[in-house]
């Protein structure tokens, strides 16, 4: 019943968007039977999407950082905006970019079970890789092999996109951590009380060492993903960065990329940067 | 032992450098009588204003468009983020930036008057020349020649940072133009009613013909400033920016530059130009 | 006998090259009935080239300048190591680059039938698409098709690649004209005697007014060609790019894009719009 | 009649513009009693360095790496050109920039005492700061104060620009370590044997050990030094860079920077880091 509301609400959608060409963002949910709830997220349609219905897409899953939802890329990062330009110009493969939802269930969306982890109780990661990417999947019309699937992310979300990737390459073409939580505690860092269990969970997923320690095939396989890491010189965050992408060359990663631009852990640090990931990922795909 | 010493040097650090050294932006008014109102403005200061009570410091004057008013930079353009970043990261010398207000008095900020132009009635130029700039340089520790004062602005901000640059150019170390709207009616321009006037304004002052036609002597005065000309390859201004800068070109202008990059006339355009203008009136301030 | 040799030579090549997985650089000469005359060129071949004799690739035309020869985009402007450098990076597909040779017959390159024009008696343009392409098409592992096939060329190259792509559309995936001598004599251009004939041609084959006045379903056979314009803002051609730009833009080209970046006509200008070009063109193959 | 005038204006404008206003490049010697030898260097004189005799200058100290000479950054990094267009463009301050030299006595520049160091019986840093600083800058109008003096330079020059920039600090307003070898022996780097003194000297002068160890005021007199870091991300020196950036970091510098590029140790990299380099230190002088 809910798929049917969502594509008559598609279908008006398009009616209203007369002839449908711009792009649009459209606000979903996916029903978790693993995390008991509803999950909103974000889905960016490329331009002409209604108009080529025999048409697939590769997919971007873009994740939001803490403090963040499914809406913060478009609303506080324009990459609405910045997703079109790309493509006018020619630099961005025309693809569909999903934004799902790890807020927290306190005020500021920190809280309980925030982030893209696998707690006790609320295993997200599961559900991401079990219900969400399916169900978008087979919403929306994407290419749905590896070829065509990439992943980028903030922060929390560069964490993220760096676990996921790592747990499972073989999903994944290309992978952009940006402003990576890759530590928990960098030095000099304070707790606030409503972060610490999210904060244990970046210590308990220590992705530079996951790496390291990895067996040879999944370090293999990891390798095979395009990297691109990046993260400004004035970030909080920057030895995380630094860290991950040691481990990557010192395994030698065919396609492995650093770049460390001038910026804190701030907006336009990944409003800058997200032009550059379109145009990489779009490269990824298909090989 | 030598970490405690290290230890005790960064306290002494942290110390010294607090109370009131981040930047801020303060809002104030300016009441004029040629305008017989009061006009607010926002001003940028920067870091450790408050600790150099002896510093005078170069001034950036900075331009909202149309539909904007004194707040947008900071408000919609993140300004205070983007100069804060590149002042610490030594590409822009300290400055105090001040931005004032051209808005209209109807909804949007569009409406009568709207613009930075001398109208019958409402002597906008004048008041900024003879009442804002001594009002505001008197009232912040602002050098206060014209080696150290530059202007920029975008769309309509960026006719007028053209107009005055070119009425007073003797008040101007570096003037920069962005997506500058120097065209009243571009091809296929549709007026909206409540823009005629300020449309009827911008023809009126048509920036490019006044500096093919000015003398000899006005267009060496003009040539002496230095100018930064960016507008998007997709802006439907563009035809403005490069008939301006091809006029600069035939005069030989020393230093006149033009940029076109990626863009629409678009908020991202102004948050990516405005890092390389305040590195471009940086140098341009004592010479 | 010539084309056994020269398979040799590649034959020896190769196996020198042990396990022959870096890209190179090989000289080769395509014997023309056309021009009456041996033609060499350059051709850059992608890493690994060799190892995978299963695969074809996309290929880019790289033209020279006047002054210049087949050798000169990788002897001047360190073509190979950029290529390798975007490649390894991950924003450039592996691709052939083919650079051919228009150079005149006296000192400095310069010279009689200079260029890439169908002079009398020298119909270099014929050549270039009747037995030039086909024998580089078959000589290496392209995939051939105009979707995998992309021009770019720098001052009278950057005008070969806008006849070129003018001319044929249906042969181009992508046209980048960097610096383009699009205008025989610009304001104040003095010619130099032994340039004569070929700026006579430049002003025969006045590309913009050819667009303007082309019949519609030229133009929007040209439209189809995805297409990128790059000049400095202090080169004494830059009007040329922007009356070219101009046309496509009231045409309203769907993929014409204009840069305008610092620089003159000169070397720095032509290794720095290189990486971008590659990226450009590298989006364009398949589509 | 107003173009007769534009005539007359433009005419009059290159007269006075005539009679040596390029810039240019000029070798010179200093003959050294510390090293019992005579030293090569090349300068660069900014535009219009003649007509003004009663100008004095900045200076910037540009220094070469292994296997280079004096020559190096003009003949194959194309400085003279590349400078000429930042200083044209407003994005850099007329500078005198000064290339000595540090080559060793055998073939391709490598052999007995390459590099900056202090070695027994050849005492370079000795010589750089006693005798060829004083020589320069009484030989060239120079302004000769620390506020208006830089330093930078590439991969052996890297090292030699951070390594004259902690022993005195005093001397500088910027340094710009480029790609440098604060490594002697990186991981898999195999030593020829006419590099082992060089290497010996790296790994003996090892810089972010200098700066964790120094006393707290020489540390915070290195800490004034502005600071820019620029290392390829895929250079096999890159470990270095970051080790050094940390300690800096760690110890709270002001001003430093990082940026980890695109790219490997090589030509390409150091011609794209020189326009930031110019303009970095063009805003640190006077400061």
Tied chains: 1, 2, 3, 4.
């Excluded at 008006?12 to 060409?21: I, Y």
């Excluded at 590769?58 to 990459?79: E, F």
């Excluded at 020619?90 to 500021?108: E, H, K, L």
């Excluded at 707690?119 to 890789?129: A, C, M, N, V």
Aim: proline share 6%; glycine share 8%.
């Amino acid at each position: 019943m809910k798929r049917i509301v969502l594509s008559l609400l598609s279908l008006l959608m398009a009616l209203s968007a007369s002839a449908g060409n711009d792009s649009r963002i459209e606000t979903g949910v996916v029903s978790s039977k693993i995390l008991g709830a509803d999950k909103k997220y974000n889905v960016y349609l490329p331009k002409d999407y209604d108009l080529h219905p025999e048409r697939s897409y590769p997919v971007l899953y873009l994740l939001h950082g803490a403090h963040g939802s499914y809406q913060t890329w478009a609303k506080s990062y324009n990459m609405k905006l910045i997703a079109d330009w790309r493509t006018d110009s020619g630099f961005c493969t025309p693809m569909i970019i999903v934004m799902p939802d790890a807020s927290g269930d306190g005020p500021d969306n920190v809280g309980r079970y925030m982030g893209y982890f696998n707690y006790p109780g609320w295993r997200y990661e599961d559900f991401f890789f079990d219900e969400f990417i399916p169900a978008i999947e087979s919403r929306y019309r994407i290419i749905g092999d590896s070829a065509h699937r990439a992943i980028a992310g903030l922060s929390m979300g560069g964490h993220g996109t760096t676990m996921f990737a790592m747990h499972r390459p073989e999903y994944w073409s290309s992978a952009c951590p940006l402003s990576a939580r890759l530590q928990g505690r960098p030095d000099g860092y304070k707790d606030r009380p409503e972060m610490g269990e999210y904060i244990d969970q970046v210590e308990y997923n220590d992705m530079p060492a996951y790496l390291r320690d990895a067996p040879a095939d999944k370090q293999k396989a990891i390798a095979a993903v395009r990297w691109y890491v990046d993260c400004g010189d004035d970030d909080y965050l920057l030895d995380g960065s630094i860290n991950l992408y040691k481990e990557m060359r010192m395994l030698g990663f065919p396609c492995a990329q650093l770049r460390v631009r001038e910026g804190t852990h701030s907006s336009e640090y990944w409003r800058t940067a997200l032009p550059e990931v379109l145009t990489f990922v779009s490269l990824g795909f298909g090989y």
